[in-house]
């Protein structure tokens, strides 16, 4: 029998109480472990930093901090964060807004309890999670930004470091948008090995998450065949 692991620990940042309290329930009783809750940005900045959550269940609209400031500041603090923004609004800056601030997913709150438990179980293993539509936008955004004229390379900049081929497959299958669960069924390997890979490339090029890994990945056209 297999072990049994700790459940994955969640905190709910909302300033509506009946919502905020409604999510975090939802996760509860699905198995998740909320450590916090919160009601505006301050609060939150705080609360998070005590908790270490594994995911943050994030609105942006928030009174005393905006979202993606509380984003930004706490996966400054901690690049292991996950950030699930959960929002009223589709906004394409919204969206855009939130995924340069750190975010590694979009939900809108219109979504059904089973894809946000979903949302929030795919977030936790590093998969970004977009309600439909808004994934093409922000894989869109990333070719924009990587196609702009970057500043000139330092003449003392270190070489990039190598990557295995292992690991330039799995990166550029990361750059088409497919989940760690689509690559591996697609490289005939488990789901932890495509997380050792991209671990071990995230370190190898000192970035910090799955969308940086992204758009490096675009930067040097390996999302194209």
Request: charged residues 25%; negative net charge.
């Amino acid at each position: 029998m297999s072990e049994q692991q700790d459940p994955i620990k969640v905190m709910v940042v909302d300033d509506h109480p009946m919502w905020r309290d409604a999510v975090a329930r939802d996760l509860s009783e699905a198995g998740f472990a909320v450590v916090a809750t919160a009601g505006d940005g301050e609060q939150a900045v705080r609360r998070a930093l005590a908790a270490g959550p594994d995911v943050l269940v994030l609105d942006l609209n928030l009174p005393a901090k905006p979202g993606v400031q509380v984003c930004k500041e706490l996966v400054g603090a901690d690049p292991r964060l996950r950030v699930l923004v959960l929002s009223a609004s589709g906004e394409h800056a919204d969206v855009l807004e939130a995924v340069k601030s750190g975010a590694t997913g979009y939900l809108l709150k219109s979504a059904s309890t089973e894809d946000l438990l979903d949302a929030v179980r795919r977030t936790a293993v590093g998969d970004p999670v977009f309600t439909p539509g808004l994934a093409g936008l922000v894989l869109g955004e990333y070719r924009r930004l990587a196609a702009e004229p970057g500043p000139a390379p330092d003449a003392d900049e270190p070489k990039a470091p190598r990557l295995t081929d292992r690991e330039t497959e799995v990166l550029r299958l990361v750059a088409k948008g497919l989940s760690y669960k689509q690559i591996a069924e697609r490289l005939v390997i488990s789901h932890r090995t495509v997380q050792n890979h991209v671990q071990n490339t995230l370190g190898k090029l000192q970035l910090h998450n799955r969308v940086e890994l992204v758009r490096y990945a675009i930067e040097r056209g390996l999302d194209e065949e």
